[in-house]
């Protein structure tokens, strides 16, 4: 007679296609970009964080959350400095900016109002002559935004999003890093890589 329980190496072989199942469960992240395709990117080797600034809004500051903040500045560093970007505060090629989308009713500003910082602190340079500009208010509520602009021209000459992915009041830190690098992974645009 047959052992009625059944060896357990027959079923092995479902593990790897049970985590791959598994594995199409986790919802991908839908990153895109746009550029000023009169730039030459490999002339950018460096870049620095841009400091934002307080916005004219009446949203709330204490809001703000330094650990939070940190930890999407690091990310991003972290994954320029991958592309084989350097950091240098003081003289970069490239100055870095985000943003994330916040819905109107989660703070009553201009229709240029986002988050970097969740809530009221703006950076300021020229997105006049950049192709498809649009304003961070205008993006649905959760997108998160990474912004390079030249340091000598203060123009911005690259811009990366990821489209209504972070909630501001529930901060999945594993979602905004997954946004950060599926954001950055189209940085540079149609370029050979780096030597």
């Not at 730039?39 to 709330?60: C, G, H, K, R, W």
Request: some cysteine; overall charge negative; charged content about 20%.
């Amino acid at each position: 007679m047959r052992n009625a329980i059944p060896n357990l190496s027959h079923w092995l072989y479902l593990i790897p296609v049970f985590l791959i199942g598994l594995s199409g469960c986790i919802p991908s992240i839908v990153a895109d970009s746009a550029y000023d395709r009169s730039v030459d990117f490999q002339i950018y080797q460096t870049f620095a964080l841009l400091e934002p600034e307080m916005a004219n809004t009446s949203a709330d500051p204490n809001l703000y959350e330094p650990l939070l903040d940190r930890r999407i500045r690091d990310a991003i560093a972290a994954e320029l400095v991958k592309k084989g970007l350097t950091l240098d505060v003081e003289s970069p090629d490239l100055l870095v900016a985000y943003d994330v989308s916040v819905a109107q009713d989660a703070a009553t500003a201009s229709p240029d109002f986002g988050y970097a910082y969740w809530f009221g602190y703006r950076s300021n340079y020229n997105t006049t002559d950049f192709p498809d500009y649009r304003p961070v208010g205008q993006y649905t509520p959760g997108t998160m935004l990474i912004d390079l602009v030249s340091a000598s021209t203060n123009e911005l000459v690259w811009r990366g999003v990821a489209e209504g992915e972070i909630v501001a009041t529930q901060t999945d830190e594993g979602k905004i890093r997954r946004s950060i690098i599926s954001i950055l992974s189209l940085y540079p645009p149609n370029q050979p890589p780096r030597q």
